[in-house]
Structure formats: structure tokens, C-alpha cells
């Protein structure tokens, strides 16, 4: 598990760390941090270190010392090392005297882009967790050449790979918004990710470098990794239902396969027992006999948790189920039509909190979101932050929420936050949203935590879905094949 926590508790820590550690240790050990995430980028293509090129994008900062000293390391590799100062008046004295050492070269920034399009890797150490953006001065023109020069290809086939100290610049550490950043294929953290690190896509494949710099105050946020996954294998003695009952009332005429799908990542997700209500019991059993179906949720039988939405239609039908599901003393899980439904008819939810009933879990898009919580839209102009949004709309609604997009937010009442890190844009099919709800559904039967719940499941699909890509396969089903 990543643990990641706000700016200010970062920096508290760090000055703890400082204080206690002989003064430039952490600077070294995190330059040697840096120089190793290098080497790694660099053998993931295949490039030898002797005589790769490496191009240091250094800022006035620890950040900029960070990038120099590491400098200094690979070029005593072989690397051919280029330094590009952005304040060359504040710059660590220490750390650029040690790559000038080492035979490292210093380049204005007016070589910049030529530097770029023949770089092997660029190394992001222009700010740190202090600044926020926007952007400003000569950092911003560095960004913004960056940028111009990765989306239109000008740098080569393949293009440098990039590594980032601490948080790619442009990307608010607290939040992971910005207008303009660098896009980061590796970041190095030290201690414990920032918040914002977690959100932004812009951070790639994330390392925390331990160097005894973590907050002993509870994380801001989490992103679980997959070996928290439980096992999912029965332990002797277990029967069908020791691993839970889990209900799916899904589908319609209009979408039959959302009640397949759905189902079948119950079936798939875990040995338990999956219970169908609806009319698309024929259509179910089917494809997954090992269902027990029946035409209504008052005919399933007992389960442990329910989920309903997926295919489920908009009109008095749907609104009878909800009315339903969020009537039953189980947790619940509300996904695509029945959000639609819940959003016109707040009152099914509200009345199942101030009872002090059974958790609820929320699974909307940003659609669907905007739907339920217009005021907190992260798509309007002056909207939230991602995080904000799911938080805030936890905390009013009394639900966990799991608000989708490529770096998935969960939220519960209580503010714990998780973000997830995984999955494919082959994720961005229909179906794959039933999919997803089935596989929570089938957790929260287990009677395990909702919050986590969603988490582990979202982890799950998104490893799924990263699986179905790499194995050239398309589509909602192929992700059932890689729960």
C-alpha cells in the first residue's frame, strides 16, 4: 500500500529527519534513489548507460540538487550528462560542482529543445512539493517546450523517457491538478508520495524511496497495491455460503448483457454464492448456470449484500428495485441507472441513513456524479478537485464513493480516501462499469469494510483490465477471464 499524505505533513517530517541526520545525508541517499530510478528507466528500453543521454532539468531547489547529484552518478557510469538551469543564481553550489566534476556539461536553456530531441531520459528536477501551479517565468517555458515536443513526436521514435524527483512540476501536490505539467514515466518520492501524486496520471509508475521521512499522522489518502489483495482461495471446511450471498438485480429487454456481465463478475470474482433478480434471469443462467435466479429481489433468498443498476432502465420498475435493495438490512452497491434514479429521488438514500442503515456504496462516472451532486461537478468550470468532490460528496451523502476516471477516487463518510492507480484505456468500454460493480458486490458480500471493498475491487479490475490489453483482447467479457 502507497500511503500518501498533504504538504504540510511532508514537511514536517522532513524537518524532523533533518534534524536528526547528519546535514546532506538525505540529499545523497535520495540523489542515489534518482540515479537508480534512471538506470531502471533506461534498461526498460534496452538503452546501455555508457553513452546514453541524459538531460537534467534542474530548478532552484532541493529538488535541482536532487537531479545534479544523481547527475553526477550516471555520468561516473558512462552517461553523457547535460545540465539546463532555470535560476542559475540559486542553484546548490555542492551539487552542481559535483557533476561539473564528473565531466557533466551545462547548457542554457536556449539548447534546450535540440537537447530534448536527441535525449535518451530527462530528469525532472525543477520543483518540488513546495510550489503549486500555475506555472510561472523560465519553469513554465521548460514545461511548455516539453510539452509541445512530446505531443507532436518531436522526440524521435520512441521519445525520452522521463523521470521525475518527488512530483512531475506543474502538478499541485496536494490536489494532482494542473494546467500544464511534465509527464512522468517514473517518479521518485521520498518517504511517502504526495496526495496529489496519486491523482495525477501525470506521475506514471510511482516509487517511494524510504529514507525515514514518513508522517506519523494517519495518511491523507492510499492507493492500494496488489499484493493487498486477499486470496480468494477456500480454506477447508468452507461451503458455498462461508464466503457470502451476494445479490444482482440487473438488466432489462433493452440491456441484457448488463446483467450477464454484472453477474458474472460475482461468479468469477470469488467461490461464493451469486443470487440473480430480474427478468433477465433466462439470459443469466445461460451463460452462468451456477446462478440462483429469480424474477424478483423479494424472491432471491437471503444474501449479503446487493447490487443494482447495471441495464436496469430509468422508469418505475427501476425506482420499485431501489426502493427495494435500499429497504433491505444488507450493504448495497448503486451503479449507471439506478445513480439516474437515485438522483431524482434522493430521499430512497437519505431515508436508509438517518435510520442507520446498512452501508451504501455509490459507484457513479463523472456524468452520473454530476448528477447526483451538481454543486460539486469536476468538470465545470471552478468545479472541485477530484478529490474534494469525492470527499465532500461522501461526507454529505453518507455513502462511500467511487467516482471513476482514470485514477479512480474512493471516498467514505468518514474521510478516508483511496486512489487507484490501475487499469488500461480499454477500461473505457461498454460494460466494463457492470463488470466492476459485479466484483464489488461479490466483496462486499464477504462482510469486509465497504471502503475497502470498493478499493480492492477497483484495484482488481483495474489489474484485469491492464491483463485484457496485454493480451490483445477487447471488450467488457475478456475482463471476466482476468479476475
Known amino acids: 500500500m502507497i500511503r500518501a499524505h498533504s504538504v504540510l505533513a511532508l514537511r514536517e517530517a522532513e524537518q524532523h529527519a533533518l534534524a536528526r541526520t547528519p546535514p546532506g545525508s538525505l540529499m545523497h541517499r535520495a540523489a542515489g534513489a534518482v540515479a537508480t530510478g534512471a538506470l531502471r528507466l533506461l534498461g526498460s528500453r534496452g538503452t546501455p548507460v555508457v553513452g546514453a543521454r541524459v538531460v537534467l532539468l534542474v530548478g532552484p531547489g532541493n529538488n535541482g540538487a536532487d537531479a545534479l547529484f544523481a547527475g553526477a552518478r550516471l555520468r ?8 539546463v538551469l532555470t535560476a542559475p543564481e ?5 551539487a552542481l560542482a559535483a ?18 530531441q536527441s535525449a535518451d531520459l530527462v530528469v525532472d528536477g525543477l520543483l518540488g512539493i513546495g510550489a503549486a501551479p500555475p506555472l510561472r ?11 509541445r515536443l512530446r505531443s507532436e513526436g518531436g522526440t524521435g521514435p520512441l521519445g525520452p523517457m522521463v523521470l521525475a524527483v518527488d512530483v512531475p512540476t506543474g502538478v499541485d501536490p496536494d490536489t494532482g491538478t494542473g494546467d500544464l505539467t511534465i509527464r512522468a514515466d517514473l517518479t521518485v518520492t521520498f518517504g511517502a508520495a504526495s ?27 492510499v492507493s492500494y497495491e496488489p499484493e493487498d489483495l486477499p486470496s480468494v482461495v477456500p480454506e477447508i471446511g468452507d461451503d458455498k455460503f462461508s464466503s457470502g450471498v451476494v445479490g444482482i438485480h440487473a438488466g432489462s429487454p433493452g440491456y441484457p448483457g448488463a446483467a450477464v456481465l454484472c453477474t458474472g463478475a460475482a461468479v468469477r470474482a470469488r467461490p461464493c454464492l451469486v443470487r440473480f433478480a430480474g427478468e433477465q434471469a433466462p439470459a443469466v443462467l445461460a451463460r452462468w448456470p451456477e446462478v440462483v435466479a429469480a424474477a424478483t429481489v423479494e424472491d432471491a433468498g437471503q444474501v449479503q449484500a446487493w447490487v443494482i443498476g447495471p441495464g436496469v432502465g430509468t422508469g418505475g420498475a427501476a425506482l420499485a428495485g431501489l426502493d427495494r ?11 449507471a441507472d439506478a445513480l439516474t434514479v437515485l438522483a431524482t429521488h434522493p430521499h430512497l438514500l437519505a431515508r436508509r441513513v438517518r435510520a442507520g442503515g446498512a452501508p451504501v456504496v455509490l459507484t457513479p462516472h463523472q456524468r452520473e456524479f454530476a448528477r447526483l451532486f451538481p454543486d460539486l461537478d469536476v468538470q465545470a468550470d471552478g468545479g ?6 469525492a470527499r465532500t460528496a461522501a461526507a454529505r451523502s453518507g455513502a462511500v464513493v467511487l467516482l471513476k476516471g482514470h485514477r479512480t477516487v474512493i471516498a467514505a463518510p468518514d474521510g478516508r480516501t483511496a486512489v487507484n492507480r490501475t487499469g488500461s ?40 483490465g491492464e491483463a485484457a490489453e496485454r493480451a490483445g483482447i477487447a471488450g467488457a467479457q475478456a475482463l471476466l477471464d482476468h479476475l
Request: glycine residues 14%.
Open 137 to 147: 517565468g523560465g519553469i513554465r517555458e521548460v514545461v511548455a517546450l516539453m510539452d
Open 99 to 116: 557533476v561539473g566534476r564528473e565531466g557533466g556539461r551545462i547548457r542554457p536553456i536556449a539548447q534546450l529543445a535540440p537537447l530534448l
Open 325 to 335: 435493495v435500499l429497504s433491505k438490512p444488507v450493504p448495497a452497491l448503486v451503479d
Open 76 to 83: 561516473r557510469r558512462g552517461a553523457r550528462v547535460d545540465a
Open 384 to 389: 472541485p478537485d477530484r478529490l474534494t468532490a
Open 195 to 221: 496526495t496529489g501524486l496519486l491523482v495525477a496520471p501525470q506521475g506514471g509508475t510511482v516509487w517511494v524511496v524510504d529514507l525515514g521521512l514518513e508522517p506519523s499522522t494517519p495518511p491523507d489518502a
Open 90 to 94: 540559486r542553484t546548490h553550489p555542492e
Open 425 to 464: 484505456p480499454w477500461l473505457a468500454s461498454a460494460g466494463s462499469g457492470d463488470v466492476l460493480s459485479g466484483l464489488i458486490g461479490s466483496i462486499l458480500a464477504t462482510g469486509r469494510d465497504p471502503f475497502e471493498a470498493a478499493a480492492l475491487g477497483a484495484l482488481r479490475h483495474g489489474l484485469a
